[in-house]
């Protein structure tokens, strides 16, 4: 490997180019060879530093190599325990699940079992799937408009989003898109507090309706706040409705906080808002500090599937669950729940701020270190609501212009018209201030040019 070794981004990425798939997606908006990395920082193989307000996608709460991260995995390391254990049991594993225990409200605690997937959000959301189906005996699921819940044939089926089912043909069948309460686009032509009532009670009405015309669902799944979709949290009456209906229905509620949970949006899980105990919760990406891990949390009642009925050869990652303890450690004892809401509350209002006078901000929105700016353009049409299209070139050129000056932050939402922040809960705010000083130039230039 050391005849590859080199000082140029363009060399590393020409060889990525010839060598994997066209299927990768971060080198396209990034064009970038990592170095080194810590805290809120990468530096490129050129020595270019930059923020990283991506973060692996939500992965890395602690950010990049977190010291007490790294001491975990070297003394995992030196331990002899075996990294490899298939499902068997271990003292690490154990702790792991102790700890895990003690993030949840107790309405789930008591009672609960886990199930250890396969090292990806998506295997884990087939998990729940395959489980609420097998604990029911039905066969359809309800999703939601702008879901995400990850690329496997069954996960991608629950996705709102047409563009990544379009060439994959026939998916999971009996799955059921109902409207998310996303204010700003009301899928009603209402906006507002009326858009989370209106969905809330199409849902019901949708469900109780005797010629409704759907069979009762396996499970309804859903995320408390969308990410890939937009960044849009959903409001708390809406949840509260959802998971009283699903209640009386006898219909298991799946919650994915794939993306959302470990503290990220100034709550550990972010359904916690509306007080409400799912009945099976999909957990991955932040819970292996930083490792490949993926789990399905669950009401005993539901446990009702056969041994190997779900199974992963890589679901006994010991380096994972070693560094998940240690996370949830240094989240509480760190107070990380409550600076990401603090955080995030002062970056939101900069944010704002920005948007007061920009034309290119349609809406500002998020919660806790999970924001999002919806990005518009000031010169189209607006909708029914007065609010102007989706603005995609104004959001990739803004994307582009903070890559330039050291900012990394991911596009999404409808149209990739979002502009999204997932910065490591322990960013500091020195740095805050720096990724509102790029954005706001960003935005700022994009005026310029476009005038």
């Known amino acids: 490997m050391d005849?590859?070794?080199?000082?140029?981004?363009?060399?590393?990425?020409?060889?990525?180019?010839?060598?994997?798939?066209?299927?990768?997606?971060?080198?396209?908006?990034?064009?970038?060879?990592?170095?080194?990395?810590?805290?809120?920082?990468?530096?490129?193989?050129?020595?270019?530093?930059?923020?990283?307000?991506?973060?692996?996608?939500?992965?890395?709460?602690?950010?990049?190599?977190?010291?007490?991260?790294?001491?975990?995995?070297?003394?995992?390391?030196?331990?002899?325990?075996?990294?490899?254990?298939?499902?068997?049991?271990?003292?690490?594993?154990?702790?792991?699940?102790?700890?895990?225990?003690?993030t949840l409200p107790a309405g789930l605690r008591a009672g609960a079992k886990i199930q250890f997937c396969s090292p990806s959000g998506t295997d884990a959301v087939e998990a729940a799937i395959k489980l609420a189906k097998t604990a029911t005996g039905r066969n359809d699921i309800v999703s939601f408009r702008g879901a995400y819940h990850g690329m496997s044939q069954g996960s991608l089926s629950l996705m709102g989003s047409l563009g990544p089912k379009e060439a994959v043909g026939q998916l999971l069948g009996g799955t059921h898109f109902f409207p998310?309460?996303?204010?700003?686009?009301?899928?009603?032509?209402r906006g507002g507090e009326e858009t989370a009532k209106l969905a809330a009670d199409y849902f019901e009405r949708a469900l109780t309706d005797p010629e409704g015309g759907i069979n009762k669902p396996a499970a309804v799944i859903l995320e408390a706040i969308q990410g890939e979709g937009g960044v849009i949290p959903a409001p708390v009456e809406w949840l509260r409705t959802i998971r009283r209906v699903t209640k009386d229905l006898g219909i298991p509620l799946i919650i994915d906080e794939v993306q959302s949970g470990i503290g990220r949006t100034g709550r550990f899980y972010a359904f916690q808002k509306a007080g409400i105990i799912p009945d099976i919760l999909v957990l991955s990406k932040a819970i292996g500090g930083g490792l490949p891990l993926a789990?399905?949390?669950?009401?005993?009642?539901?446990?009702?599937?056969?041994?190997?009925?779900?199974?992963?050869?890589?679901?006994?990652?010991?380096?994972?669950?070693?560094?998940?303890?240690?996370?949830?450690?240094?989240?509480?004892?760190?107070g990380l729940v409550e600076r990401a809401a603090e955080a995030g509350g002062r970056l939101r209002s900069e944010l704002e701020r920005i948007a007061a006078y920009s034309p290119f901000i349609g809406e500002v929105r998020g919660e806790g270190l999970m924001l999002g700016i919806e990005v518009v353009d000031p010169y189209g049409a607006p909708d029914g609501l007065g609010h102007p299209p989706f603005g995609p070139q104004f959001a990739r050129a803004v994307q582009a212009d903070a890559f330039r000056k050291g900012l990394i932050i991911e596009a999404g939402g409808r149209h990739?018209?979002?502009?999204?922040?997932?910065?490591?809960?322990?960013?500091?705010?020195?740095?805050?201030?720096?990724?509102?000083?790029?954005?706001?130039?960003?935005?700022?230039?994009?005026?310029r040019k476009a005038a």
């Open 3 to 102: 005849a590859f070794v080199t000082t140029s981004n363009d060399f590393y990425l020409n060889r990525q180019s010839q060598f994997e798939s066209n299927a990768r997606s971060y080198p396209r908006r990034f064009p970038l060879a990592l170095k080194s990395a810590l805290g809120s920082r990468l530096i490129d193989v050129e020595g270019n530093s930059y923020l990283d307000c991506l973060a692996g996608a939500g992965t890395l709460a602690l950010g990049h190599n977190h010291p007490e991260i790294i001491a975990t995995l070297q003394d995992v390391l030196r331990s002899g325990l075996p990294l490899h254990t298939l499902d068997l049991t271990t003292p690490v594993k154990d702790r792991f699940i102790a700890d895990l225990l003690d």
């Open 416 to 447: 990739g018209s979002v502009l999204r922040l997932l910065p490591p809960l322990t960013i500091s705010d020195e740095d805050l201030g720096l990724v509102v000083d790029i954005l706001g130039s960003a935005f700022q230039r994009l005026e």
């Open 180 to 189: 998310y309460p996303y204010a700003y686009r009301c899928p009603f032509g």
């Open 295 to 334: 789990v399905i949390v669950y009401r005993d009642e539901l446990d009702t599937w056969k041994p190997g009925a779900h199974a992963g050869t890589f679901r006994g990652n010991q380096m994972a669950m070693a560094a998940g303890s240690k996370t949830f450690d240094v989240i509480r004892q760190s």
